[in-house]
């Protein structure tokens, strides 16, 4: 059916949020604010379709069970458990850091991003190696 192609989509929205982070965080080190907060934006759209997609395609394809064994399979359990969990952190604090930003509190945004960062891009790398596992394996 259409909608078991959107575990491919998926993952290149994971794939994009990832490159869109690292391409804002580079721009806040180099003090390129709009740059930084025009790719932050980006990363955030690019999750919330990344979500959108992943339940549509969770509820009209159900889920697909990893087929590897061995040592590889405790290693799945263990990146998909904590890419879950982390991801579940990660909605509100990438909410509540973008609100900070865009409400103009810029030392509580930046606080909460040194947390928010290192968690979103984990999240995003993890859920495309998932991806990689249960679409190679």
């Avoid at 290149?12 to 934006?41: C, D």
């Avoid at 379709?49 to 399979?73: D, M, Q």
Wanted: net charge positive; hydrophobic share 55%; glycine share 8%.
């Amino acid at each position: 059916m259409w909608y078991e192609s959107l575990a491919h989509v998926n993952a290149a929205l994971n794939g994009t949020s990832a490159i869109l982070l690292v391409l804002g965080y580079r721009a806040v080190r180099r003090k390129a604010i709009g740059v930084h907060a025009r790719f932050m934006v980006a990363a955030f759209v690019t999750s919330s379709l990344f979500l959108a997609s992943y339940v549509t395609y969770h509820i009209l394809a159900g889920h697909k069970t990893y087929s590897g064994g061995g040592p590889l399979h405790a290693v799945y359990l263990a990146i998909l458990g904590s890419h879950i969990v982390l991801a579940v952190v990660t909605v509100p604090l990438a909410v509540t850091t973008l609100i900070l930003a865009a409400t103009g509190r810029f030392e509580r945004h930046r606080r909460l991003a040194r947390w928010t960062f290192p968690i979103w891009i984990y999240v995003s790398v993890t859920g495309v190696v998932v991806y990689l596992m249960l679409y190679s394996a």
